[in-house]
């Protein structure tokens, strides 16, 4: 009973922030990308907690729970999300922000793409479109599994009812306030997993005496943990370079993306930067001692396979008062919904922007395509019911796919396309059709083991890079109407 007050009372005010914001969206770009106002606090942990979600709290936990090599995975997952964060910030986030409100006031990637290589034929625009409806349909479903198994390990609910819950409170409130709504509702949902997931590992290292005692347990069970580099006897290559693999994924993620294009100013990405990166040394690092701790935990009754990913859950329910277990179960709720409200708002973008407005209606009215990005939403959230409707399902394995998916698809294409001149239409498309199809194949192939085990973003993001060069080169160069905006970036003080 406890928990469902502690839980009514987050999910109220939740929907609270975003009736307060329903009556603020004056037009599209208010809807779909807040008017270019969020300042440092709220695009830096608004892109932090929409990039990590649910998994955080529950698949990086459950992978470093469940074995040595896990933990291994997990430590190298964690290093090269933290280096992507970082590159990402550094090199995209400055130059996005300026060149899409110099190149049309761009609102939307696909919008992006189209007005950087003006492209009347509108391809880029539908590829992009249909690409984003694709991997956000996995990546939404993941979220809603994640919400799934939080219902039904704390309240004992069906894993059906638990799902639809879930994704009827991120509905709600994503149709009524929009942009603004999600970014404010992240900065809350982010403060909340970042007090969350520091307070566990840290309780049960004080209940068995330290780190060196606690380790000692550890290493009992999982032997060779934290020998993080190959030697031959531990981990292959393979699992390194599939974690790093990971840091590559930020340059093509729509939602992380579109927190810098929201920005204020581009002067403001600096500090916001430096809030962000502490958020997500601190959290990996967290959430990998979550896993690992609750290995000496529950030495004498281990989780089974299936439930690996609860772990943070039976931690809070079983190291605090129901009232503080509470506000910790809802910072997983919190992670769910501040990533899933931000994927809806992108693909609600995608159709209502890049295919009805684009291609069935050029004449539509911004309170029409406010009404159509709504209508998405509900569509989009129940095609991802459908996917995640088994509960075999892996949160960690849903995000990894997802994941790879936008960042071989769209990551080599914003990258040349913010500082290779040369770069044209048609290597940009070339780029993204291979790099998504690339990551597709590599995933159906990946039960044949060998050189299939890779992590498949590495592979499509290779081929995107590869695609977008030749294929610019042999194009035609571009217009001097595209150089020139390119080096206006130059002198801009957007």
């Known amino acids: 009973m406890t928990y469902a007050i502690v839980f009514l009372i987050y999910i109220l005010g939740m929907l609270g922030i975003g009736l307060f914001f329903s009556n603020k969206n004056e037009d599209m770009a208010d809807y779909i990308l807040g008017g270019r106002s969020l300042n440092v606090w709220v695009a830096s942990l608004s892109a932090q907690a929409s990039d990590m979600s649910g998994w955080l709290l529950t698949g990086l936990p459950g992978l470093a729970y469940l074995s040595a090599v896990g933990s291994q995975e997990a430590i190298w997952t964690a290093i090269g999300l933290a280096l992507g964060t970082y590159i990402n910030w550094l090199v995209v986030a400055k130059r996005l922000r300026q060149y899409t409100e110099i190149s049309g006031n761009a609102l939307t990637m696909p919008d992006y793409f189209e007005n950087r290589f003006k492209d009347n034929s509108r391809i880029l625009r539908i590829v992009t479109a249909l690409f ?55 900065l809350v949902q982010g403060a909340m997993m970042f007090f969350a997931i520091i307070v566990i590992p840290f309780t049960v290292l004080k209940m068995f005496g330290g780190l060196e005692n606690t380790m000692e347990i550890v290493n009992a069970t999982h032997s060779g943990a934290f020998d993080i580099i190959p030697n031959g006897t531990n981990i292959s290559w393979i699992v390194v370079l599939t974690g790093l693999g990971w840091g590559l994924g930020y340059f093509g993620q729509p939602h992380i993306l579109a927190r810098f294009m929201a920005i204020r100013t581009s002067k403001e990405v600096r500090p916001a930067r430096i809030i962000a990166m502490v958020w997500v040394i601190v959290s990996l690092t967290c959430a990998i001692m979550v896993g690992i701790v609750g290995v000496a935990y529950f030495k004498d009754a281990p989780l089974l396979n299936g439930a690996h990913e609860t772990i943070f859950m039976e931690l809070s329910k079983q190291l605090f008062h129901p009232v503080v277990a509470g506000i910790l179960l809802s910072a997983i709720l919190a992670a769910t919904m501040s990533t899933c409200d ?19 209606k050029p004449s539509a009215s911004d309170r029409e395509l406010i009404h159509i990005s709504r209508i998405t939403v509900v569509v989009v959230s129940v095609i991802a019911i459908f996917i995640a409707l088994d509960p075999e399902s892996s949160i960690f394995g849903l995000v990894s796919y997802a994941w ?48 299939f085990q890779i992590y498949e973003i590495i592979p499509g993001f290779i081929v995107s890079v590869i695609a977008i060069v030749i294929v610019s080169l042999i194009d035609k160069e571009p217009s001097k109407e595209m150089t020139d905006e390119f080096d206006s970036l130059k002198t801009t003080n957007i």
């Open 132 to 186: 984003i409806l694709i991997f956000f349909l996995v990546y939404t479903s993941s979220a809603f599994v994640t919400g799934a198994k939080l219902f039904q390990t704390v309240f004992g609910l069906n894993y059906t009812t638990g799902l639809i819950i879930g994704a009827a409170i991120v509905v709600i409130y994503t149709c009524s306030g929009g942009f603004k709504a999600v970014c404010w509702t992240d």
């Open 342 to 360: 931000s994927q809806l708002l992108v693909t609600a973008s995608a159709v209502s922007e890049d295919i009805y407005k684009a291609f069935i």
């Open 404 to 451: 790879a998916g936008f960042g071989a698809t769209f990551g080599p294409t914003v990258l040349l396309s913010l500082y290779w001149r040369r770069m044209t239409r048609k290597g940009a498309v070339a780029g993204i059709i291979a790099g998504g199809l690339t990551t597709i194949i590599w995933i159906l192939l990946k039960g044949m083991g060998g050189i």
